[in-house]
């Protein structure tokens, strides 16, 4: 359960649940707890993401690199926010952050049942999570 620093409830797996079905998601993770509002770390389907980039005739040398494209963080989000609409204000998501790689095991990013575990990940992107909040101040 996430808490906002409102007070307002958001149950995370139900909504990354609906982020996840997108053909350009490959995982997410809302976070929130104790912030202003909720966001959303995904990790893209980069075979999806990067013949929709060879489309668009973009070119680039890595992940870390497309990902950082304006368009490609345009798209993302329209992919990721566009289906939530229906949420109650306080749980739609109002920034999204995309990641180079996908949650792992062997990183200690999931359980052995392959749930993601959030306090790992929120040490482990706190630079990326920090981000998302300080361009709100």
Avoid: C
Avoid at 78 to 105: C, M, N, Q, W, Y
């Amino acid at each position: 359960m996430i808490v906002t620093a409102g007070g307002k409830n958001i149950a995370p797996q139900p909504i990354e649940n609906r982020i996840r079905q997108n053909r350009y998601v490959a995982q997410a993770v809302m976070i929130g707890d104790r912030r202003k509002f909720p966001a959303v770390l995904v990790v893209p389907d980069f075979e999806q993401l990067e013949r929709w980039a060879r489309y668009k005739q973009m070119t680039w040398t890595d992940r870390t690199q497309l990902i950082t494209f304006p368009a490609v963080r345009e798209k993302m989000e329209r992919e990721v926010l566009g289906p939530l609409t229906d949420l109650a204000h306080f749980e739609k998501p109002k920034k999204v952050a995309l990641l180079e790689h996908d949650f792992s095991l062997e990183r200690g990013e999931l359980t052995p049942t392959l749930k993601v575990k959030r306090r790992v990940v929120d040490e482990r992107y706190k630079s990326v999570i920090d981000a998302i909040y300080a361009l709100e101040g």
